[in-house]
């Protein structure tokens, strides 16, 4: 496909998909939640289907989406296609073990070859074991409450997953970090919209959480606010010189990539609030800048599309975790780019980048990964020749319209 134009007016970023999976979870664990505004992309598919292995019954009305029926035991032997999701996958394997039958979980591309072991490992003394295979990870056993160590740089979503599960058991539980949590506003996220629904858990600092036990989710109606992870794309464009806002955005969102508005005025960009939920975002001139991403991962694709229009070297440090996404998204970013024309250096777990020239242009790949295809996208503002991607449905995942979104106004 080529890219041949750039975005231009007000655009809407779709609903959060990390907000939309834990209030969909949430909504059916109380039987008769209401989700408004649900993101509706793959992703958030895949938990609905998987949900409804659990025999959650929901009905959906536009964007809302309200249960009727909570979940209970899967039949034994049944199989939850995540596909590519692993919020699905590391969400939901802690909630199935709640009933104690032998279930088993596969997915699509990349998704069985993510890191299952902080679940081998911490749930293997609590009642289950999970047992990864070629292409499938088998859940045995009932999970049992008491003490759950993990590790906090990984992935936050395995604190998650049991933070949905473990109120839900007879007795007490602790979660205790054995190193630092990293991406901690994504469990902020969770303990939110556990809140929400009624279930109390005592946050002691990120380092561990106490979860009294014999808690019932409450029914409630939960909106989901606009995506800031799928906003920065915008935002940055606003940087690179179109005339773009972002509208439904929360100003104190407790999603982590509202940071990148700070990152944008570092940067030297202007960040203006034209309304309580609408932002735009305009530059003279952008300057480099070294950003340590361990708490925003997701923010790296837009963010090294930006830094190559910044003046001098940025580095982007702290970045390890890209490399078990979708895509070896780090080695990707920096691979796609340099296709372009920039002058970017990868390293274990950081980019650094020599900004301030125009990108020539070219043929790019996405990877199968929806922020590659979009950061792609975002660097063809800077570019002098075309710009083409292959595989550009594959921002289904998070934002099915962001091709439409975004060639709006031809260069």
């Not at 005592?202 to 009294?212: C, D, L, Q, T, V």
Request: glycine share 10%; aromatic share 8%; hydrophobic share 40%.
């Amino acid at each position: 496909m080529r890219i041949d134009k750039r975005p231009f007016g007000r655009v809407c970023p779709p609903p959060s998909k990390s907000v939309s999976h834990r209030a969909l979870i949430c909504a059916a664990l109380s039987g008769g939640g209401t989700v408004r505004f649900a993101a509706d992309n793959t992703d958030t598919r895949m938990t609905l289907r998987c949900l409804a292995h659990l025999s959650a019954g929901y009905q959906r009305e536009g964007n809302d989406i309200s249960f009727f029926k909570g979940l209970s035991a899967p039949a034994a032997g049944t199989v939850f296609d995540c596909g590519e999701s692993g919020s699905t996958l590391r969400f939901l394997i802690p909630l199935a073990a709640v009933f104690g039958v032998p279930v088993r979980f596969t997915g699509t591309g990349r998704l069985m070859e993510r890191p299952l072991a902080p679940y081998v490992d911490c749930l293997a003394g609590r009642g289950m074991a999970l047992r990864q295979e070629a292409g499938f990870a088998a859940l045995t056993g009932r999970l049992t409450p008491g003490l759950f160590r993990l590790a906090g740089d990984v992935s936050s979503q395995f604190v998650t997953g049991l933070l949905f599960a473990l109120p839900l058991l007879e007795g007490d539980s602790v979660i205790e970090m054995t190193t630092p949590l990293e991406s901690r506003a994504y469990v902020a996220l969770t303990l939110e919209a556990l809140t929400a629904f009624g279930v109390s858990v005592e946050n002691r600092a990120f380092g561990s959480f106490y979860i009294p036990g014999g808690q019932r989710y409450a029914p409630c109606e939960y909106i989901v606010e606009a995506d800031y992870s799928a906003a920065a794309f915008f935002l940055a464009a606003g940087a690179l010189g179109c005339d773009v806002a972002c509208a439904g955005l929360k100003p104190d969102s407790t999603q982590g990539d509202r940071a990148f508005l700070e990152i944008l005025k570092s940067c030297g960009a202007s960040v203006d609030w034209l309304a309580p939920d609408t932002v735009k975002v305009t530059a003279e001139r952008l300057r480099a800048v070294t950003v340590d991403v361990s708490e925003i991962p997701d923010l790296v694709p837009p963010l090294a599309a930006l830094l190559c229009a910044g003046e001098g070297k940025s580095r982007i440090e702290n970045a390890a975790r890209l490399r078990i996404k979708e895509s070896d998204r780090l080695q990707a970013v920096a691979r796609e780019l340099n296709r372009l024309g920039a002058k970017i250096t990868e390293g274990a777990d950081f980019l650094e980048i020599e900004g301030g020239a125009a990108l020539k242009g070219g043929d790019c790949h996405a990877h199968n990964d929806h922020r590659i295809a979009m950061m792609v996208a975002l660097a063809s503002l800077l570019t002098t020749e075309p710009v083409t991607i292959d595989e550009p449905d594959c921002v289904q995942k998070s934002y099915p319209d962001f091709w439409k979104d975004f060639l709006t106004q031809r260069k």
